[in-house]
């Protein structure tokens, strides 16, 4: 059964660990998305590869017309649309095929947290979770790679008790309005 506080793994690794194009690409999408190591690029190709590997399943089973598999398909797509993957109109077993990893990278908090504007850079908005900044709907959350929910989105923000709760924080992101255009002294 295992010891409860020893996890099993939620990824796999590579087949060859020594593949220069695979190796670069993991290396921009860990810049991209400021990424702590390739362990966390690794977890969401393995989620990605069992979304795939399920609307394959799913996709030879529903050519003999089999009932339950269009109620896991129907599963399937409300866990998607619910994290904000798939769009609910656009829900099609193909839809779910042509999913990358960057579909499940930008689905992050710290990716969102970037996104919204509470952080300068992807880095930035890590230790913000980390360090216990961000909260969701009041509830302070400290895991960066928490997948978070569509209707979670708009929640996000400083938690409360956090000292960047105060607007006028150094380290805090100002938002800078555009300033009017004021006219020169020869203009007209």
Do not use: C
Not at 28 to 44: D, F, P, T, V
Not at 99 to 106: A, F, P, R, T, V
């Amino acid at each position: 059964m295992g010891d409860p506080r020893m996890n099993r793994k939620k990824y796999e690794t590579p087949k060859h660990p020594w593949e220069a194009e695979r190796i670069k690409e993991e290396w921009e999408l860990r810049k991209k998305y400021g990424l702590k190591n390739k362990r966390e690029i690794w977890k969401a190709k393995s989620m990605l590869r069992n979304y795939r590997a399920q609307a394959r399943y799913l996709q030879a089973k529903l050519r003999y017309g089999d009932e339950q598999a269009a109620r896991q398909q129907k599963q399937l797509f409300g866990k998607l649309t619910r994290l904000g993957i798939i769009n609910e109109e656009g829900a099609t077993l193909d839809a779910v095929l042509s999913l990358n990893e960057e579909d499940i990278l930008k689905r992050r908090l710290q990716t969102i947290v970037y996104l919204k504007g509470l952080a300068r850079t992807p880095k930035q908005a890590r230790q913000f979770i980390v360090h216990g900044h961000i909260s969701i709907a009041g509830r302070k959350v400290t895991i960066p790679g928490y997948m978070v929910r569509k209707e979670e989105e708009n929640m996000i923000e400083y938690h409360e008790h956090s000292p960047l709760s105060d607007e006028m924080h150094p380290m805090r992101p100002q938002v800078i309005e555009a300033a009017p255009l004021e006219k020169k002294e020869g203009d007209e």
